[in-house]
């Protein structure tokens, strides 16, 4: 198991999901937490489960949609070894049905604020001999569908980043790669998975959708010291998912 005491790790979107097993794995792991989320209730709540445990965690509340937000966050998180940019929102609706603010609110929320938070922790970051970022991106950004265009585009520009960022930092020590996630059982998908019932489960050659403890584990490897020489990809981890389109 990779070893992280003594480091510190930002993740965003934490309160939930696939966020939340991602900072329980690399508290796990020895990393001091800071827990992003909009919900100080349940942000209150996972500080005390890690604590409990014996490990070292806060919360940060930020809207990601709020530039301004963004900056405070980044602010507030001080100096940072790994930074896990996982919030995200979907809205898997068919263009016509998409306004140009629900456009914006995807590129504000699943790009434009990771985008910030590296330019402003990604100095530091160098400063101090390197880091790790991972940037939980989605299947959606290269497995077409007919519906959700606006979430496919804004995780296809957060994987074209990914690759920008391990260009530019990389000579520096800070390695930065992605994850493309595949469909996943979490508070927020199961509207959509009690909708489609069990045919979720042929989506992916394993024939079940994924835990958000399979995720995590994969971003504790690309944080941790085992993952030295991975710089600059992103990683499917979707069960081996199969297109939505016919033919």
């Given amino acids: ?36 989320g909009r ?61 140009a603010a629900d456009f914006d609110r ?12 590296v330019a402003a922790l990604a100095p530091a970051m160098v400063k101090r001999g390197g880091g790790t970022i991972v940037n939980i991106s989605s299947t ?35 390695r930065v790669n992605g994850i493309a996630a595949g469909p996943v059982r979490t508070r927020g998908t199961e509207p959509m998975l009690a909708a489609v019932g069990d045919a979720i489960n042929q989506v992916t050659a394993r024939g079940r959708i994924g835990d958000p403890a399979e995720i995590a584990d994969v971003v504790l490897f690309l944080a941790g010291p085992t993952s030295t020489y991975v710089n600059g990809t992103v990683i499917a981890v979707h069960g081996g998912e199969r297109s939505l389109l016919p033919g």
């Fill in 106 to 117: 995807h590129l504000a929320v699943n790009t434009r604020a990771p985008f910030q938070l």
């Fill in 140 to 174: 959606a950004a290269g497995l077409v569908a007919p519906i959700g265009a606006a979430y496919g585009a804004s995780k296809a520009a957060l994987e074209t980043l990914t690759r920008y960022w391990a260009t530019e930092f990389g000579p520096a020590g800070l």
């Fill in 39 to 99: 919900d100080a209730g349940r942000g209150a709540e996972l500080v005390a489960a890690i604590t409990a445990r014996g490990g070292r965690a806060r919360f940060a509340a930020a809207d990601l949609t709020d530039a301004a937000d963004v900056d405070r966050l980044a602010t507030a998180a001080g100096d940072v070894d790994i930074l896990v940019n996982n919030a995200g929102i979907y809205e898997l609706a068919p263009t016509p049905a998409t306004t």
């Fill in 1 to 36: 198991m990779s070893d992280l005491t003594g480091r510190t790790a930002l993740v965003t979107g934490a309160t939930a999901g696939i966020g939340r097993a991602v900072a329980e794995r690399l508290s796990a792991a020895g990393a001091d937490v800071l827990v992003h």
